[in-house]
């Protein structure tokens, strides 16, 4: 019913930025909060940044390098990464708290993209 298509991912070296993208298809009535997951080997799936209306909420490992974005009209979300560091190599996924044109409401997640930093 929902798709979310992340992009952006790759290889980089650490000092570098990457901007991912995340974009939401479907029969979406509307989105509430977006945001960027991590899951490094080995460890839990982590928050990395939210965004809600006009807020947002980040990780404290990533405050101040990384910023998260939203184009409401476009159902898309973008996470700019700047000062990569060798801990911020993860599968990052996006994730979407939709409201069904059923209004049925469902917590919707990207395939994941692979970000690795080289030190």
């Known amino acids: 019913q929902v798709q979310l298509v992340e992009s952006g991912g790759g290889l980089v070296q650490a000092g570098g930025s990457l901007r991912l993208s995340c974009a939401a298809s479907?029969?979406?009535?509307?989105?509430?909060?977006m945001g960027w997951y991590r899951q490094a080997p080995g460890k839990q799936r982590e928050l990395v940044a939210v965004?809600?209306?006009?807020?947002?909420v980040y990780a404290d490992s990533v405050k101040g390098r990384f910023t998260i974005s939203r184009d409401n009209a476009k159902n898309t979300v973008w996470l700019q990464m700047n000062s990569l560091e060798a801990e911020d190599t993860a599968v990052y996924y996006c994730?979407?708290?939709?409201?069904?044109?059923?209004?049925?409401?469902?917590?919707?997640w990207g395939q994941g993209t692979q970000v690795t930093v080289s030190s």
């Open positions: 994730n979407a708290d939709v409201t069904l044109r059923s209004r049925a409401t469902l917590a919707s």
């Open positions: 479907g029969s979406i009535f509307s989105i509430n909060a």
């Open positions: 965004i809600s209306g006009g807020s947002t």
